[in-house]
Structure formats: C-alpha cells, structure tokens
C-alpha cells in the first residue's frame, strides 16, 4: 500500500488533513512504509512496516489508543476542546503489530506474539472485559499464538481467524441464530461463538441484518444472519439458523459480506442494493432487493485487488485493481455500472 491517501468529508479529522473536506483522495503528509489501514466510524488506524500503529480521527470514546491533541473552540474566556485528533499520531506502547481492526468506536491490534490488543468503548468485542468502561489505552484482551486473523465491523462485530482454520465470532447481544453460544472460558462473562468449519479463509460482517459471511476453503460462501434483505442468499426470505451456503456460488476467492469475487474475475452481489433486475426481488423501503446472487453486469477483472462493501445506506461500492487504478460501481438503477474514480491507491 505504501502511503495513506484520504478522501470525502473531514468531520472529526477522520482524513489525517484536518477539518476541511476533499472531493478526491490525497496523499497524508508523511505517511509512508504503510501495509494496512481500518476504518471504524469516526476515527482510522493504520499498520506500518516497522510494527507500529498510528491513529486519528474521533477519541469520544477512547477508540485512538492514546490522549488526543484536541481542538480548542468556544469563546476565549470559555475555551473547550473536542477530542479530535486531526493528523496522524503514534500510538505508544504498542510494538511488533502484524494486523489491525476497527469497529464502530473501538481498535484491534495483533502482534507477533498472538496477543490481541483493545482499546475504546465498552460497546465492543469483549464488552465484559472492561467493566463497561472506556478503556483509553492498548489492553491485552484475547491472547492465542495460532492467531491468523483478526476482523471487525463498523458496529460491534468481531471474529477471530485461526491458522488451523476454524474461527470464532464474538455476538453483539443475544439472538436466536446463535442459541448455540457458548460462555467463554479465556476471559470471564464473555461469549464464544464457535464457527462449525474447520477451513475458514476469511470472514465478513456487516451490512443489513447483522450480517456474518464466511469464506472457505472449497470456495463456497457461506452465511449466517437474518434474511429480510435476501442477505443469506437463499432465493428466498425465510429465517434460518445456523450457517447456510449460498446458493450459485463456487471457486470464490474473496469476499465482502453480500459481494464475491470468483476465479474467472465476476464479481457477485446480491441482498440490499443489487445491481440487477431479478425476476424476483423485495422493496423495502426505497431499497431493491434480491435473495439470488448475480454477477454485475459489465464487470469481469482478474487483476482485481479489493473492494468494499456498501452499507445498507450506501449504495455505491468501490474497487481497486492492482495497477491502483480505482472504480466506482454506480447506483443499482444507473445505466452504467461501473467507472474510473480518476486516481491511483498505488
């Protein structure tokens, strides 16, 4: 990855520039040797070469790992100050880190040693651990050296990817697709949720009906949550406990919680939003809706490096081949479907 590059609104000092929006990505002053960056709701961490963190954007809740600089307003005899960092900042203590996640207001760090690191808001993985209280700095929260991976969400959701391929989910609150939790054992008054494979690739969630997907290593993918949205598609709009996979798809080798990339270079969404007309699909709401995987018309790219996910109130998608250039998947309802956002992330 290399350098930072920021784009969209500056609210909170989430671009590392300061408060002033942009309309096109920029290069962060003095960002470079970087290898991965999360975003959570407010604030951003990103991993660099040398194993430090670094963070900016929103402390409100402590989810930046350190005490922020802040930004002064007010009147001079009544000066306050947000707990805003506005530029990139280090955050100490923390040393030989290999991954990082983010989640609605808390941070993830994994180090060498297999222990994982937490910070910010009682909201998150391990909401027992810290007493509901925010914690303001770096804390062992989960140690296990088989570690391979660590995955969060903009809300609360996270999961745990080992090297021997099974995984673990930590729920956000109680529901009937996880009757089958189990209290963990490692730390007190947590849940475990143990998914039942032993060949997890990778996991995703999010979006609409809290959503977990997860990728094997067969290809196949496969889901767990509610289904209003066809999110677990399933060609249908039932309830279903447990993982169940989705259905058309084969040989996929990434994914984004309701889009896959396959071997030949098609990429597949379907639930909320879907970018074509199915002879079935649900409204709810102002949003189309399909519970059959399709590929997206127009788009076949075997040079593809990422992409990400809309949200339930996002509809636009963005990909990123691995030349840097970027694309912008429009509006289900566009014409086109698919154009250059006119910068590079390389």
């Not at 391929?165 to 996880?178: D, L, Y």
Request: charged letters at 25%.
């Amino acid at each position: 990855m290399g350098q930072c590059g920021v784009g969209g609104g500056g609210w909170k000092g989430v671009l590392g520039t300061g408060y002033q929006s942009r309309e096109n990505p920029q290069v962060i002053p003095n960002m470079t040797d970087f290898i991965e960056v999360a975003s959570g709701s407010e604030h951003v961490l990103a991993l660099r070469k040398d194993g430090t963190v670094w963070s900016w954007g929103s402390n409100e809740k402590g989810a930046l790992g350190y005490k922020d600089d802040g930004v002064s307003y007010g009147p001079p005899n009544e000066i306050r100050f947000r707990p805003h960092q506005l530029t990139p900042k280090q955050i100490p203590n923390l040393k030989n880190i290999i991954s990082i996640a983010a989640g609605y207001s808390f941070s993830l760090a994994l180090d060498k040693q297999g222990r994982v690191w937490g910070w910010g808001s009682e909201s998150y993985i391990l909401k027992n651990v810290f007493d509901k209280t925010t914690q303001k700095e770096p804390k062992i929260v989960y140690e296990d050296k088989n570690i391979a991976k660590i995955v969060a969400d903009r809300s609360a959701e996270t999961s745990i990817i080992f090297n021997d391929g099974t995984a673990i989910i930590f729920p956000v609150g109680s529901s009937e697709m996880f009757d089958d939790v189990k209290e963990g054992t490692l730390l007190k008054d947590y849940r475990i949720y143990r998914v039942p494979f032993n060949d997890v690739v990778d996991v995703s969630m999010g979006g609409a009906g809290s959503l977990y997907a997860l990728l094997r290593k067969d290809g196949t993918v496969w889901a767990l949550g509610m289904n209003k949205f066809g999110a677990l598609g399933q060609c249908d709009y039932k309830r279903y406990k447990g993982f169940v996979r989705v259905k058309n798809l084969s040989r996929i080798k990434k994914i984004n919680t309701t889009i896959a990339w396959d071997e030949e270079g098609y990429l597949w969404h379907w639930g909320v939003n879907i970018y074509e007309k199915l002879l079935l699909k649900q409204i709810v709401g102002n949003y189309y809706n399909g519970h059959e995987p399709c590929p997206i018309r127009g788009i076949k790219k075997t040079d593809l490096s990422f992409f990400v996910d809309g949200h339930i109130n996002q509809v636009n998608q963005v990909i990123g081949l691995d030349n840097g250039e970027v694309l912008f998947l429009e509006e289900r309802r566009s014409k086109e479907a698919l154009h250059p956002i006119n910068w590079s992330w390389k």
